[in-house]
């Protein structure tokens, strides 16, 4: 069954300093992979996504990420941190035929220090 | 262009009363989603219409949870008799397709306290 490990509930960075934030999954199949991000009292929106073709996906605001295969990874990065990246982000992998069938991680707030 | 939209965007209501939380999908779109928000469980999916039709709605938790969508830009989730444990933010969402590669537009959220 296909599942979605999202490493660390919270990750506090610096502004200006690297944003990592962990995505691990398993899929029988090969997967699409999305990020979604949901600002302070808003609903979530599409960051970037993996379907196919090239593995380094550039999304909205700076925020990229990378599929690995081999890894089953599809961490996100960002070189360097906003005041404004404070938001929640989730990560969610295909299971199926339909999107309604995502499967979504348990999410990752990103705390920026000033 | 007009994203979802839902309404109301906070309610509070008394346990025992009925909760209307409407929503308008995005013009074109095909698919519709009302998901749940909850600290302890997540992002859950309620149910999921395709073409106005209920495809999904093994997510409902129980009978006092219902979903309408009578045309393609109009859908109610309803619950009777409401419960503390239903408090949480309800998010309507739509796609264009239902491919799994399509991504979802969400609205801004219903966010319910039952007390």
């Known amino acids: 069954a296909q599942s979605v490990t999202q490493l660390g509930s919270h990750v506090s960075v610096s502004e200006g300093a690297l944003v990592l934030l962990r995505c691990n999954y398993s899929?029988?199949?090969?997967?699409?992979l999305f990020w979604y991000v949901q600002y302070p009292n808003q609903g979530l929106q599409l960051l970037l996504k993996?379907?196919?073709?090239a593995t380094l996906v550039k999304g909205i605001n700076g925020f990229e990420a990378e599929f690995k295969k081999s890894e089953t990874s599809f961490h996100l990065t960002k070189p360097s941190a906003h005041m404004s990246d404070a938001a929640e982000y989730f990560c969610?992998?295909?299971?199926?035929?339909?999107?309604?069938?995502?499967?979504w991680g348990a999410g990752t707030k990103l705390i920026i220090k000033p | 262009d007009a994203g979802v939209i839902q309404s109301p965007r906070h309610e509070v209501t008394e346990m025992g009363q009925e909760v209307t939380l409407r929503c308008k999908p995005i013009?074109?779109?095909?698919?519709l989603f009302w998901y749940r928000q909850t600290m302890m469980r997540g992002l859950e999916l309620l149910i999921y219409?395709?073409?106005?039709?209920?495809?999904?709605d093994s997510g409902m938790p129980e009978d006092r949870f219902s979903a309408k969508m009578p045309n393609a830009s109009f859908s109610t989730l309803k619950i009777q008799p409401s419960e503390p444990r239903d408090s949480a933010v309800y998010f309507c969402?739509?796609?264009?397709?239902?491919?799994?590669?399509?991504?979802?537009?969400f609205g801004e959220g219903s966010w319910l306290t039952v007390v």
């Open positions: 969402a739509s796609s264009l397709e239902t491919g799994a590669s399509n991504t979802i537009y």
């Open positions: 013009s074109g779109h095909n698919s």
């Open positions: 219409f395709n073409n106005n039709v209920p495809i999904d």
């Open positions: 899929s029988s199949v090969p997967p699409y």
């Open positions: 993996y379907t196919t073709g």
């Open positions: 969610a992998v295909s299971a199926g035929d339909s999107n309604y069938q995502l499967i």
